[in-house]
């Protein structure tokens, strides 16, 4: 048998978009015959990824892995072609699968990290994914979190089109299931608003900038003195900053109670100071 090298594995990767494992079992059964493994993968079905990758991906799904000690969490945004995949139920498993990866795993480097299913790498299953399922099927981003004091909790609509993650910080541990509400509650509001940041200063340069042009176009064509145009951007600004903060945001709930204020009042109930420290939201 000639020997199988791991450049071989990866040339028949690149070329046929097939898992590395499948690559290399082809190149065994085929004695290490390049040509000829190729063709094997044709005739059972597996090279079907490369052919798929540039099929647009126009739906796709929200998955999102909790620990069950509420100390890690993450969420995963994956596309496909239809709506009628991104309901299938090997689909709803792929993004239960890659959201436990990157809970555990964190999200750097994904699709290279080796799968903690024992399938290869993480591309090797999305790959698995595309030949199975018959789609091109990507993954877009990840998000994870972890904390030491606290808990990760999150929500995914129902449409599993959006979904978010927060991590909830307390001063003292705290086991109640309150914690595991309000952390439901608040990853319900920021599915239904616009949140850029949780706080003032948390908000990226690059927002600020964008939303001021925009204000600065606007004024501009109301006619009026630069010096009052000038004292509406900055009005209009800050307004704009409260508006896109999740702390300075009414409550979707309770519109009368800031975020700020429920987190404040939640800690006064279990006699904790809760704190929100992370967030990430995505959606189709």
Same mark, same amino acid.
């Given at each position: 048998?000639?020997n199988i ?8 990767r690149?070329?046929?978009g097939?898992g ?11 004695k ?8 094997h993968l ?5 090279a ?7 099929r647009? /991906? ?7 892995? !909790? @620990? #069950?000690d ?6 995963v945004?994956? *596309?496909?072609e239809?709506d009628f995949?991104?309901?299938n139920?090997q689909?709803q ?15 750097n480097?994904?699709l290279n ?7 290869? /790498? ?7 994914? !595309? @030949? #199975?399922?018959g789609?091109?099927?990507?993954f877009?981003?990840a *998000? ?11 929500y995914?609509?129902?449409?599993g089109?959006i979904g978010?993650i927060?991590?909830?910080e307390?001063?003292q ?9 309000l952390a439901?509650?608040i990853s ?7 949140? #850029?940041?949780i ?13 001021k042009?925009?204000l ?7 006619g ?11 009005g ?5 900053k409260?508006?896109?903060c999740i702390?300075?945001q009414p409550?979707v ?9 429920l987190?404040?009042?939640?800690g ?5 100071k ?6 990430a939201?995505?959606?189709?």
């Amino acid at each position: 048998m000639s020997n199988i090298t791991a450049s071989m594995v990866k040339e028949l990767r690149e070329i046929s978009g097939v898992g590395m494992m499948e690559c290399k079992k082809a190149l065994v059964e085929c004695k290490g015959d390049m040509e000829a493994a190729k063709e094997h993968l044709r005739k059972t079905g597996q090279a079907k990824a490369l052919k798929k990758s540039s099929r647009a /991906t126009k739906d796709g799904g929200i998955g999102m892995f !909790i @620990s #069950e000690d509420k100390s890690r969490g993450a969420l995963v945004k994956i *596309a496909c072609e239809t709506d009628f995949v991104a309901k299938n139920e090997q689909f709803q498993k792929l993004l239960l699968d890659l959201a436990q990866q990157a809970s555990t795993q964190g999200n750097n480097d994904f699709l290279n990290q080796s799968s903690i299913q024992g399938e290869g /790498t993480v591309q090797d299953i999305v790959h698995k994914a !595309i @030949s #199975e399922l018959g789609e091109n099927i990507q993954f877009l981003e990840a *998000a994870s979190q972890s904390t030491n004091s606290g808990i990760v909790g999150g929500y995914v609509h129902m449409t599993g089109k959006i979904g978010v993650i927060v991590t909830l910080e307390v001063d003292q541990p705290y086991g109640g299931s309150e914690l595991d509400d309000l952390a439901k509650d608040i990853s319900m509001h920021v599915a239904a608003t616009s949140a #850029e940041a949780i706080s003032e200063d948390q908000i990226s340069p690059e927002i600020l900038e964008k939303e001021k042009e925009i204000l600065i176009a606007q004024a501009k064509e109301s006619g009026k003195p630069d010096n009052i145009i000038e004292k509406m951007i900055t009005g209009r600004l800050n307004k704009f900053k409260k508006e896109v903060c999740i702390l300075s945001q009414p409550f979707v709930k309770n519109p009368d109670q800031t975020i700020k204020a429920l987190l404040e009042d939640s800690g006064k109930q279990i006699e904790r100071k809760i704190s929100l420290t992370a967030f990430a939201k995505f959606q189709f």
